[in-house]
C-alpha cells in the first residue's frame, strides 16, 4: 500500500504540466445550457474522481457532478472539496462509468476522465456513457495509459498480465492492453484531437514503465 501511495503521489507530479495543458481551455468554455449559459457557469461531469486531484484544474462557480465506484474516496474527495468552496458539487454518484442512467442526456457542457477507462468493465459502453451525456458541442477531457504498439515486447507482457494470465487486472484493478484511443476515435463524436506521449517516471519500480504509454486529448460531441 505504501509503495502505491508513493506511486501515486509520483504519478500526479509527472502528470501535472500534462494536465494544465490539457484543462487550459476550461475557462473559456461558454455552455450550451442556457440557464448556465445566462448565468456564466459550466456544468463539469467527473469519472472515477478518486480523491478530488482535479478540482484544482476547474473554473471558479462551474457546477460540478462527480461519480467514482468505490464509496471509500467519498471521504477524501471531499477534504479535498473543503479547499474548493466555490466549486458548487450537484451530486457525488456511487457508480461506474458505464452506468449513468441518473445523468440526462444532453445535461453536461465538460466529462472528464483521467486514468480510469483502464479500470472499467465495459470500455466502448463507457464511451458511449460520455457521448450521451455531453450537449451537442460538449467537450470530454481525458488522459488514459494505454497499450503500447502491437508490435512492440512491452505490448505483449502488457497483454500476457491483463488479458492471458489476469494478473495485473487482479493486483492493480486495471488493464494495460487497452487500446483506448482507438475506441474513442470510435464513438460518434464530430471532432477529436489526441496524441499519445509516454510518462516516464525514474523513482517507481519498473512494473510501472508498463503503463508509461498514454493518450490524451479532447473529443467534441
Known amino acids: 500500500m505504501n509503495h502505491l501511495k508513493k506511486f501515486s503521489h509520483e504519478y500526479d507530479k509527472q502528470t501535472e504540466a500534462i494536465k494544465a495543458s490539457l484543462f487550459h ?5 461558454e455552455s450550451k445550457i442556457v440557464d448556465l449559459k445566462n448565468r456564466g457557469l459550466i456544468r463539469i461531469l467527473e469519472l472515477g474522481v478518486g480523491s478530488g486531484s482535479n478540482l484544482k484544474y476547474y473554473p471558479q462557480q462551474c457546477r460540478l457532478i462527480v461519480a ?9 474527495f471531499m477534504e479535498q ?4 468552496p466555490d466549486i458548487f458539487l450537484e451530486k ?7 452506468n449513468l442512467q441518473n445523468i440526462p442526456s444532453n ?3 465538460v466529462v472528464v476522465t483521467t486514468i480510469v477507462l483502464c479500470s472499467v468493465m465495459d470500455v466502448r459502453r463507457a464511451i458511449h456513457e460520455i457521448h450521451r451525456v455531453l450537449v451537442p458541442g460538449g467537450r470530454y477531457y481525458y488522459l488514459e495509459h ?11 507482457i502488457q497483454s ?7 494478473i495485473w487486472p487482479a493486483v492493480f484493478g486495471c488493464y494495460l492492453d487497452r487500446q483506448i484511443d482507438h475506441l474513442i476515435a470510435q ?9 499519445r506521449l509516454r510518462i516516464k517516471s525514474t523513482k517507481c519500480s519498473r512494473f510501472f514503465k508498463l503503463i508509461e504509454p498514454h493518450v490524451v486529448g479532447v473529443a467534441i460531441k
Request: glycine residues 0%; without cysteine; positive net charge.
Open 187 to 195: 464513438e460518434n463524436f464530430s471532432q477529436i484531437a489526441q496524441k
Open 107 to 109: 445535461s453536461v457542457d
Open 92 to 98: 457525488y454518484l456511487v457508480t461506474r462509468a458505464e
Open 68 to 76: 467514482d465506484p468505490n464509496v471509500y474516496f467519498k471521504q477524501y
Open 146 to 156: 494505454v497499450a503500447d504498439n502491437p508490435e512492440t515486447r512491452k505490448y505483449r
Open 81 to 84: 472539496k473543503h479547499k474548493f
Open 25 to 29: 481551455d476550461l475557462n473559456e468554455i
Open 160 to 166: 500476457f498480465l491483463s488479458s492471458k494470465l489476469q
